[in-house]
């Protein structure tokens, strides 16, 4: 049974290239920059925060585009990862409704590309933390869990959500206000203390995207991230928890999708 | 190896016909809690039971809504039979009419490339074949355009371009050999003919009788998703002929 499931994911390995490559190269096409806005979104983005919130909550701090850029990164690829899992079992309905694929396909292609376009945007990171003098120390390396940890998290709420919104379009709508929820709750253009000290420090427990970039972020400043272990313990096993759950629930109910889409 | 390309197997399919579409969660929510969920039972396939061997070319015949997309449908893996299972042996590829299932941004060459990788191809057979194709769809200027573009003639000889150039082992037609112009409809009549003699199995589902007969050996027939007759050609074309009196 296992082993069936192996072999299949072979044979399908050609198609899930073509998938990632067609989402990098449709994300772009007919803009006249290209992939090069990878790196200009970012950039953007992260100055209008700078100047914006900069000047509320930063103003001690010279790294703070460093520390925007952190998070903003991994939140965006969060956000824009799951909203494409979501979408990709109504977007590929044409092929659904004509040949036997192995379903997870499509929201695991939609999460891959998005990583890979994802990775690319970290040079920006790298460009900002020379700039603003965040030299790398030897726990840089330790970066690599929070992303593991972080991609995860994307493919398994992107294999719920996909799952979920074939049988109820409206979450598509609905998951649009939980980013924002999401995103306000992840500290990335405000110092968790000046929420924290008001005693709202809880929200931010409830949250594993925030613990996700919390250990990043760590990473990136030199600190050590497992000198708080639950920070670390709490993200892999919700990320983790919710592949399984994404891939149990998929499970269950592939079959019924052709006749919802 | 078995002697069979295909084998159907007490085959049932059922549907719940919701009475009305619910897409919203605030409509379902209310309907179950008021216990209004209620489904019309419906069988469009019961105990079809038939095999199919290598090398045949099976017309499926019946009327409209007697189960005969269904059929093909469950054959080619997209649903899954309530009752029952489809055994298959080797590649199944399925002929999509006017290009559903192409991504539309994508130019007729990429398309050619991920339509191969959904059936299951891997690159260097498809970069093999490629020339072929785009020959035989004869859409050598056209290549590099998007798909959108195109026209749906043109979208129809790239299907059907990739669906045979590839050499499958059963290849499944519904209907598609009424579209595109006159002389591709003969082109693609000889190409299926060709591919007879590579052992290729063929499904073909056509409301032209006729063109059943010209491309087929053997029928199935189909009436209220039970199979009725199955055998040669021309016995199960005199049973349709006398139903559709």
Sequence with gaps: MFKEQIETFKRYRFLLRELVKKGIKLKYRRSYLGILWTLLEPLLTTCVLTVVFGTFFGKDDKTFPVYILSARLLYSFFSTGTKSAMKSIRQHAGMIKKVYVPKYIYPLSSVLFNFVIFAISLIVLIGAMLVFRVFPTIWIFTAIIPLMMLFLL???????????????????????????????????????????????????????????????????????????????????????????VGVALFKKHQDNFILHI | MSNYAIEVKNVGMKFNLSQEKLDSLKEYVIKMLKGQLKYNEFWALKNVDFKVEKGDRVGILGLNGAGKSTLLKVIAGVFKPTEGEVVRHGRIVPLLELGAGFDSQYTGAENIYLYSAVLGYSKEFVDKKFDEIVKFAELEKFIDVPIKNYSSGMKTRLGFAIATQIEPDILILDEVLSVGDAKFRKKSEAKIMSMFKSNVTVLFVSHSLDQVKRICNKAILLEHGELIAAGDIDEVAAIYQEKTK
């Design chain 1, 154 to 244: 994307t493919l398994g709420a992107g294999m719920i959500l996909s799952t979920m919104s074939v049988f109820f379009r409206d979450l598509e709508y609905l998951w649009d206000v939980a980013l924002m929820l999401i995103m306000y709750t992840c500290a990335i253009f405000y110092k968790v203390e000046t929420v924290a000290n008001k005693g709202h420090g809880w929200i931010f427990k409830l949250n594993p995207l925030y613990a996700i970039i919390k250990d990043f972020r760590a990473a990136i400043y030199g600190q050590n991230m497992f000198a708080s272990p639950a920070w670390v313990i709490m993200p892999a096993a919700v990320s983790v928890l919710s592949v399984l």
